[in-house]
């Protein structure tokens, strides 16, 4: 038996899951970690500390995420063994992501940075709307109709 990263670890990683692993069997990829299940001893350590409840037993996946099991053992081989946990910082997807040095990322920090600059600019139109607004009032308290 083997445990299996699935669905919910995508853009997460938090990483609390790889320090308590005792035989260093996750792996890190671009989005997310596998496990190994070569190396799994199923001591169940990594299960509950994960936030995103993205770890399963292969006995219990959830609907849906069956393909996983098969994905951890084919990605484990690629990706990198990962054994500490990473500094997180905000996205605006789900509060928090691990520091990433691909060009997805800056990508993605650059979207971050645009939707945060177009919010802004909405808020300074409607703000500027509103002034508008108290300026035609008060034009016509000061000029009431003859
Ligand atoms: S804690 Fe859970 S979501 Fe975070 S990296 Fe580990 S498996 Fe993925
Ligand atoms: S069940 Fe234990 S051995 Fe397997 S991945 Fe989790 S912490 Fe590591």
């Given at each position: 038996?083997?445990?299996v990263?699935?669905?919910?670890?995508?853009?997460?990683?938090?990483?609390?899951?790889?320090?308590?692993?005792?035989?260093?069997?996750?792996?890190?990829?671009?989005?997310?970690?596998?496990?190994?299940?070569?190396?799994?001893?199923?001591?169940?350590?990594?299960?509950?500390?994960?936030?995103?409840?993205?770890?399963?037993?292969?006995?219990?996946?959830?609907?849906?995420?069956?393909?996983?099991?098969?994905?951890n053992?084919?990605?484990a081989?690629?990706?990198?063994?990962?054994?500490e946990?990473?500094?997180?910082?905000?996205?605006?997807?789900?509060?928090?992501?691990?520091?990433?040095?691909?060009?997805?990322s800056?990508?993605?920090?650059?979207r971050?940075?645009?939707?945060?600059?177009?919010?802004?600019?909405?808020?300074?139109?409607?703000?500027?709307?509103?002034?508008l607004d108290?300026?035609?009032?008060?034009?016509?308290?000061?000029?009431p109709?003859?």
């Open positions: 038996m083997t445990f990263v699935t669905e919910n670890c995508i853009k997460c990683k938090y990483t609390d899951c790889v320090e308590v692993c005792p035989v260093d069997c996750f792996h890190e990829g671009p989005n997310m970690l596998v496990i190994d299940p070569d190396e799994c001893i199923d001591c169940t350590l990594c299960e509950p500390e994960c936030p995103a409840e993205a770890i399963f037993s292969e006995e219990e996946l959830p609907d849906g995420q069956q393909a996983f099991k098969a994905l053992a084919e990605l081989k690629q990706w990198p063994v990962i054994t946990k990473k500094d997180t910082r905000p996205t605006p997807r789900n509060g928090t992501a691990a520091p990433e040095s691909s060009s997805s800056s990508a993605e920090a650059n971050f940075v645009r939707a945060r600059r177009g919010a802004r600019s909405a808020s300074r139109r409607r703000g500027l709307l509103r002034f108290g300026l035609d009032e008060l034009v016509g308290v000061m000029n109709p003859m």
